[in-house]
């Protein structure tokens, strides 16, 4: 059963309380209180300094209070607001004058009353025609949500939507956050029918797990553009790694946002131009570009910009050159495709359905030149008619400004993406088409092991320990290495010589040419310092390059503690590309793991992708093929094609070490060394840390950002019968076996576990139960085969649902609500009480407080399953059909409540 949002008497309130300044209303307030007696929201206005018995009675409780006073008054407006029965409040203060934010926090609640701000911008609701704060004129009503973490720039990005056609459904600006947060307002928006498209601006992250998660969750239902400030960051100054040196902040934010499955846009005006256009759901998915044109510049400024965002403009298919060749005789059929200058609104038409009908094109960018005797207007007109018609997303430039901007204007109302310049066209459309890419990575939830074969966790572990143990916290080259071969990375095997003598033994041995390296834990970068000497090729050299080396390190770093010189076989790279893979830990989404091209000049091409733990193969791949390197990669300049199954293999592998070791702070391989028979780590460096930072979340994977696929809890269920099924967490790709599910229930099991007539899942339900955050959720599905065999499938054989529970929290974050749906076929042989148990333990192992559901009075058999499993069961004061269930996982405190003094007065 649908519950009412926690932020809805915040942002769609049934009435309204203002607690003012004694001093009349003036400037801005008066305008503001003006708009909100208009609005048809039953409003009420208390002077803060009012007595209780002069004040107007209130009918009936209150939504929103709107506490506008001075910040020593704050206080005495809350618990006005408090005792009126409101539910939130936005405070209208600068955010610097929150100096008693503790207090006015602690007493709101005590009040259960959820707070906006302090900030002097408030919110708009243009389709409740609610205007609170000093963002200025009401904006037009829309589906375009707007979250800003600034209220300047949200005032002037509804200034500037007044000259377009774009509308709002709330624009919203956090304050200082004292209360409600980003991922509060995120997780509203999921739910808010108004909004089919989000926009935030963001400054920073606060709760990196918890904003996460509420991304992940809006971007599975809704697209979700992000332009964030404060890019132009620096890396740290005392990296102890390339990884830690070359992955700045905003690097790791993208990679959060992509993740997300959030589409990160760099310029303001591209902002509303990617929101509303992928609110139409006329998503292009991929990122082949076709070019129509009345001049060859423009196309060709298209391609150089298309080039260098890797965008395609391949030829067309063989069935659009034949039919541009009989539609337009007279031009060239090719991509771009020119038209003469003099082409009319039929000839642009042709053109437009012919290639719009060409499978090897994504979408359509038509860019129009203005001049004499071109008929702008007419083509204007019928591209904004075709538009809607065609089976490609087409954008469009209109060149030029005074003559073109009411042409362009006229495409915008017609839905029609429009600029100005080719680049900026190029630009948006790549906005749009990584909005498909990125949904791609949000529908992949790897576990924190990739299941291929098992790595030593036991000796890892240990080894980490025996490091810190020994007072360090730097593990040396050959424990780098060993840590990197438990997870099944191929290395170079490295030899320890204390003396020149045993520098050339080993060499004689593994054979020559070798090379030599420092051994030391205080040396970071072992090249900076004269450290390492590559290609020595017999005994002599060995000799003089050993004494070398130490001599050049103890001038450079004469502190450093010096273990000896490592003598390794040198790896020829005759055929060979070197890459790099690194780990940095992140302050606020934990370990981030970093691929690019390796050797010495690392840090000087700074051009390292990264992604966020965990990976699979999938993840892994488009993490390589997003970096410039990838082009090296394929056959080039006579080497063939590397390894790039061997390329995977590792990043999966380094994916398990940081979910597995959270003492992982930074990582090293550098140099990888790939060609056509595989990839092997011929240097590596891990760096430890003693004692974890804070957690970013809690219970298990505390450390990361995204939780893993929590694979630990698969497991097979015994029945009654004596038959068994397998319990696993539910997956993205369990969408249609969940409609088949719902399917087979009976009309009575639906009504049951929806409260509702519903036959089936709608597209929108079946991404949000399956592609669910299992920081804020989780779902267990039970499986047999698909044939209807009532055991366990073997891996990849079709499974059929036959029983779902699931739990989500609330607001909280410390209880959760659960719900149960299970086949009428398997109902009464066990199946839902087991189930029950697994998802109670579960939400135990989280940490959770209490566990509550909604039963109907009806539901006897769940209802006889509640009181088994030690439910409270009580009905419902306000529903008599219902009763409500609850089960304390941790036992409560003792204690007495806290109470608030009961004078406002």
């Not at 089960?887 to 003792?894: G, S």
């Amino acid at each position: 059963m649908e519950q009412r949002h926690y932020l809805a008497p915040l942002f769609d309130p049934a009435s309204v309380l203002v607690v003012h300044r004694d001093d009349p209303f003036a400037g801005w307030r008066e305008q503001m209180y003006q708009e909100l007696r208009s609005s048809g929201v039953p409003a009420y206005f208390f002077p803060v300094g009012l007595h209780r018995d002069q004040r107007e009675k209130i009918d009936g409780g209150i939504d929103l209070a709107v506490i506008d006073v001075e910040p020593d008054q704050v206080e005495r407006a809350l618990k006005i607001a408090g005792y009126a029965g409101a539910k939130s409040a936005v405070l209208l203060l600068h955010p610097d004058e929150a100096r008693n934010r503790d207090s006015w926090l602690a007493l709101a609640r005590r009040f259960g009353m959820r707070l906006l701000g302090p900030g002097r911008f408030g919110f708009q609701r243009p389709s409740r025609r609610l205007n609170i704060g000093r963002s200025g004129p009401l904006a037009v009503a829309g589906n375009v949500a707007l979250v800003s973490q600034s209220g300047a720039l949200s005032a002037s990005i509804i200034d500037w939507a007044g000259e377009t056609s774009i509308g709002f459904s709330l624009v919203a600006a956090l304050g200082a956050e004292m209360d409600v947060e980003l991922p509060d307002v995120l997780d509203y928006l999921a739910n808010d029918a108004r909004s089919r498209a989000v926009v935030v601006y963001l400054g920073a992250v606060q709760r990196s797990r918890a904003f996460m998660s509420a991304l992940r969750s809006l971007a599975t239902i809704k697209p979700v553009v992000v332009l964030r400030g404060g890019r132009s960051d620096w890396p740290p100054h005392q990296a102890l790694t390339h990884s830690g040196a070359i992955c700045g902040s905003d690097a790791v934010y993208a990679a959060a946002l992509r993740r997300a499955g959030a589409v990160q846009i760099n310029l303001f005006t591209q902002m509303f131009t990617a929101a509303r256009y992928l609110a139409t759901r006329q998503w292009p998915i991929g990122k082949r570009l076709a070019l129509i044109s009345n001049g060859y510049g423009p196309a060709l400024l298209a391609i150089d910009q298309a080039v260098l965002r890797r965008v395609t403009v391949d030829g067309l298919s063989e069935q659009s050159v034949s039919a541009l060749a009989a539609a337009l005789p007279d031009v060239q059929p090719s991509n771009p495709l020119i038209l003469d200058i003099d082409a009319g609104a039929d000839q642009w038409e042709r053109a437009v359905r012919t290639i719009a009908e060409d499978r090897s094109v994504d979408a359509i960018l038509a860019l129009l030149v203005p001049g004499r005797g071109i008929e702008c207007d007419a083509i204007t007109d019928r591209i904004a008619r075709i538009a809607p018609t065609l089976s490609r997303p087409l954008f469009a430039c209109w060149l030029g400004d005074t003559a073109a901007r009411e042409r362009r204007m006229r495409l915008d109302r017609a839905g029609i993406p429009v600029f100005r310049t080719p680049e900026a066209a190029v630009d948006a459309y790549l906005n749009v088409a990584t909005f498909h890419d990125n949904q791609l990575l949000l529908q992949r939830m790897p576990g924190s092991l990739s299941g291929e074969s098992s790595p030593d966790l036991e000796g890892a572990r240990a080894l980490v320990a025996e490091v810190l143990a020994s007072g360090r916290e730097v593990m040396t080259e050959r424990e780098s290495k060993a840590l990197l071969g438990g997870f099944e990375i191929p290395v170079t095997h490295a030899y320890l010589a204390v003396s020149a003598q045993d520098a050339e033994e080993i060499a004689t041995k593994v054979g020559y040419p070798v090379v030599l390296k420092i051994a030391s834990a205080d040396i970071s970068h072992k090249s900076d310092v004269g450290g390492v000497v590559l290609d020595v090729r017999n005994a002599s050299e060995v000799k003089v390059q050993y004494e070398l080396i130490l001599a050049s390190v103890r001038a450079a770093a004469p502190g450093a503690r010096i273990e000896g010189v490592t003598v390794q076989k040198m790896r020829q790279v005759r055929t060979g590309r070197e890459l790099y893979v690194g780990v940095m830990s992140h302050r606020l989404f934990g370990p981030v793991i970093a691929f690019g091209a390796g050797g010495t000049m690392i840090e000087w091409m700074r051009n390292a992708t990264l992604e966020l733990p965990p990976l699979n193969r999938f993840l892994a791949r488009r993490m390589i093929e997003r970096n410039g390197i990838a082009r090296v990669l394929g056959e080039f300049r006579g080497a063939p094609k590397a390894d790039l199954a061997a390329i995977e293999n590792i990043l999966v592998r380094v994916s398990e070490m940081v979910c597995e070791i959270p003492a992982i702070a930074q990582m090293d391989i550098n140099p990888i060394i790939v060609d056509e028979h595989g990839a092997v780590a011929v240097d590596a460096r891990v760096v430890l840390v003693r004692e974890p930072a804070a957690a970013i979340g809690r219970g298990r994977y505390s450390h990361m950002a995204i939780l893993p696929y929590p694979a630990h809890m698969v497991r097979e269920l015994a029945l009654r019968d004596g038959k068994s099924c397998r319990l696993r967490p539910i997956r993205a790709e369990d969408a249609e076996a969940l409609q088949q599910h719902m399917r087979s229930l009976s009309e009575q099991s639906r009504y049951f576990r929806f409260i509702s007539t519903i036959s089936e899942l709608t597209p929108k339900m079946m991404a949000r139960y399956t592609q669910i955050d299992y920081d804020r959720e989780l779902a267990l599905v039970a499986v047999i085969g698909a044939d209807g065999a009532l055991s366990p499938p073997a891996p990849g054989v079709p499974e059929r649902i036959i029983g779902v529970v699931r739990y989500l929290l609330n607001p909280d974050r410390e209880t959760c609500e659960f719900a149960v749906a299970i086949s009428d076929a398997y109902q009464g042989c066990g199946l839902g009480s087991q189930m029950m148990k697994a998802l109670i333990e579960a939400a135990t192992d989280k940490g959770l407080r209490q566990m509550q559901g909604v039963v109907l009075r009806a539901n006897r058999a769940m209802l006889g399953l509640m009181r088994h499993l030690d439910f409270k069961v009580t009905p419902d004061p306000d529903d008599p059909t219902l009763w409500l269930v609850a089960k304390d996982l941790i036992e409560p405190e003792a204690g007495n409540p806290e109470t608030v003094e009961s004078e406002a007065a």
